[in-house]
């Protein structure tokens, strides 16, 4: 079941992309094991490849302030379908999430899909050792 409080926040931080090229909102809200949330959406620029992804910045804001341990995470895009988040942010988020962590993926008109970090990046690299 997704959180429904994550989802509306997800939607609402989308609401502050910053997307003059693509138009393309994302946002994203993160629950940590605290009960804090997070939220973030995309902040593109005119040197794309330094694009930030909503879901990073939701993470990395977290992050930030001292917070490393999550337990589910909402992403919300104007997509047709369910948004599927980049390789890159499939990676951050195998980083710091348990393989089992919840991750609910919306699109533009609300249809949800619910899935785990593990099944969107099996067989990660996770550390050095
Ligand atoms: N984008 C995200 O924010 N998250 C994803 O997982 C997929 C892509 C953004 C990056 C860029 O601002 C826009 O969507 C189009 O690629």
């Known amino acids: 079941m997704a959180d429904t409080n994550l989802v509306d926040l997800a939607i609402k931080a989308s609401q502050k992309a910053y997307v003059p090229y693509s ?34 910045t939701a993470i990395f804001k977290a992050v930030s302030e001292g917070f490393t341990e999550f337990d589910e995470i909402a992403i919300y ?26 991750v609910t993926l919306i699109s533009k008109n609300g249809k949800t899909l619910v899935t785990t970090v593990q099944d969107l990046l099996p067989y990660s690299f996770t550390n050095l050792n």
């Open 23 to 56: 138009h393309f909102p994302i946002g994203a809200a993160v629950r940590t094991k605290e009960g804090k949330v997070f939220t973030g959406c995309n902040i593109e620029n005119a040197s794309f490849g330094l694009t930030n992804c909503g879901e990073r």
């Open 77 to 102: 895009g104007t997509s047709e379908e369910p948004i599927s988040p980049c390789g890159a942010c499939r990676q951050v988020m195998a980083e710091f999430f348990e393989p089992s962590t919840q």
